[in-house]
């Protein structure tokens, strides 16, 4: 049974999650959530882990099972699949699900308990998740990346961007290899938003940013491809980047008014 989450005040966020106990060591900072500003009813939960204080015996101490699949991975894979898995344990406690154990599918998708939509993400050194009850209809995607190199980002950029794109991200007010990353990354989520919904991979191309504003706090994306009856050539979206020191973080929320067509939220 879930809890009433979706009812209780927000007073305190962002805050610690309660029921996240940790072993006192140095490997990962408690998980923080809070309720993105435009859309309440979706819980963003974020969290640094230090590779430098990983060894497998936390999996021991955090309670969790060592996974076949890992015994071959280097010391980064492990890090980073033992914080995003305790994140996401310690979120899920605040819909009323207990030690629950984040899989995947065979496309790789994360497979989340019955009733609740999420997307997770994470760098070298942190960790971003989403959250919704299924019974708001929205659907979330996150990503995290580390801010390009200014010579990988012209490396990549007909890659990731048209021309188009290029005019408008240079508009942007930040320097273009955080622009760039931010395009990508926001690529990223809303393909990590759609594809629970599709199951249908997508181009860098099949998206398109038509706007942004000064900083990329906000930015409109365009489908170049039609997903579904209600999800046409045009469909439009909002996506969020927030910019912190050498990384980023977005997200894109998408509601699943299936076979209607869709615009700007």
């Keep these: ?10 007073q305190g966020e962002p805050a610690l999650l309660s029921g996240a106990t940790l072993p006192k060591d140095r490997f990962l900072t408690a998980p923080v959530s809070s309720r993105l500003a435009e859309h ?7 969290a640094r ?3 430098a204080y990983y060894s497998d015996q936390l999996f021991t101490d955090y309670r969790l099972p060592f996974p076949a699949h890992l015994n071959k991975a280097v010391a980064k894979r492990r890090a980073e699949y033992l914080a995003s898995r305790l994140c ?5 406690r605040q819909f009323g699900f207990d030690d629950f154990l984040l899989t995947n599918d065979a496309d790789r998708a994360p497979v989340w308990p019955e009733g609740i939509a999420g997307s997770l993400s994470h760098t070298r050194a942190c960790i971003s998740l989403l959250l919704a009850d ?8 996150v990503d995290c990346e580390e801010i ?4 990988a980002a012209e490396e990549m950029r007909e890659m990731i961007i048209n021309e188009r794109e290029h005019g408008i991200l240079q508009s942007s007010g930040v320097p273009f290899a955080t622009a760039l990353t931010a395009a990508f990354s926001l690529k990223e989520s809303l393909y990590k938003a759609v594809f629970p919904l599709f199951r249908q991979f997508m181009h860098f191309n099949e998206a398109e940013i038509i706007a942004c504003r000064a900083g990329l706090t906000n930015v409109t ?3 170049n ?4 009856p209600g999800f046409p050539v045009g469909t439009l979206f909002t996506g969020r980047v927030a910019l912190a020191e050498g990384q980023l973080t977005s997200w894109v929320i998408v509601t699943q008014a299936a076979d209607t067509p869709t615009g700007p939220y």
């Design 40 to 46: 309440p009813d979706v819980l963003l939960v974020q």
């Design 1 to 10: 049974m879930r809890s009433d989450w979706l009812n209780r005040p927000a």
């Design 148 to 151: 390009m190199r200014p010579e």
């Design 221 to 223: 994306l365009r489908l």
């Design 134 to 141: 299924k019974v708001t209809g929205k659907q979330p995607g």
């Design 49 to 51: 882990y230090d590779l």
């Design 88 to 92: 996401v344990r310690a979120a899920l």
């Design 225 to 228: 491809r039609a997903l579904s």
